[in-house]
């Protein structure tokens, strides 16, 4: 079974400038969540995505945003690209938060390693 | 103040070792607590989860919860230079549809031979 796949593996952006990341799920999942990894800060999270609707955004600004596709791959866009946006953007993807799952795990992608000059 | 501190490190250790990682939380809400591993280079890979307050063992590695305390560690044994990883603690909050993961800022460990 293919894991989650995300491009490009790497991204050089100068500031103000506009990014895209793409995410394929695993198959059979619905679910897709973005996290930001910034040096020493952890995963921060972005975005969920549950059968092509936004459920949920973390505290970001509205410059990042994203939308899930009708086969359930993802896009990341982020806008008036700033030097602290620099850091690995990772995608996870799960079952479908209906799929009666008392825990429904998360698998992650290698991620997509942003680098704003 | 986090909602999930992780002691931050790095840790190094020798072959061998008992190695113990640990995180604190303040949100009574969160459901499931987890440990991903990470390597270098790659995404987080589930290692253990675990819903209620006691020990979970897996192999080598055994997963604490104290939700009285508010508090996860997760303890390797007979540590080998292949768990030189970064690890990082998680907590799951799932209500009412609204569903994400509050991880730990990572703990970075070496095993050295």
């Known amino acids: 079974e293919a894991g989650v796949t995300q491009s490009p593996t790497h991204l050089i952006k100068t500031r103000g400038q506009q990014a895209t990341l793409r995410c394929s799920p695993i198959?059979?999942?619905?679910?897709v969540y973005w996290y930001q990894q910034a040096l020493g800060l952890g995963l921060q999270f972005l975005l969920w995505?549950?059968?092509?609707?936004?459920?949920n955004r973390g505290n970001f600004p509205p410059r990042f945003s994203g939308r899930q596709f009708p086969n359930y791959s993802s896009e990341l866009n982020v806008n008036a690209l700033e030097l602290e946006d620099s850091a690995l953007y990772l995608c996870?993807?799960?079952?479908?938060?209906?799929?009666?799952?008392?825990?429904?795990?998360?698998?992650f992608g290698p991620g997509t390693r942003l680098t704003v000059l | 103040q986090k909602e999930v501190e992780q002691d931050p490190g790095p840790l190094s250790v020798p072959e061998g070792a008992i190695v113990s990682l640990n995180c604190t939380y303040s949100?009574?809400?969160?459901?499931?607590f987890m440990w991903y591993r990470q390597y270098s280079r790659k995404g987080p890979e589930l290692l253990m989860y675990?819903?209620?307050?006691g020990n979970k063992e897996d192999g080598r590695f055994t997963a604490q919860v104290d939700k009285s305390s508010k508090y996860i560690s997760l303890f390797i044994r007979d540590s080998q230079p292949s768990d030189s990883a970064t690890y990082l603690c998680a907590m799951r909050l799932f209500s009412g549809g609204y569903n994400k993961l509050i991880f730990g800022a990572g703990t970075r460990l070496a095993v050295h031979p």
């Open positions: 675990t819903y209620s307050s």
């Open positions: 996870a993807s799960s079952h479908a938060r209906t799929s009666g799952r008392a825990y429904n795990e998360q698998f």
């Open positions: 949100n009574s809400a969160f459901q499931y």
């Open positions: 198959s059979g999942h619905t679910s």
């Open positions: 995505y549950d059968e092509g609707e936004e459920r």
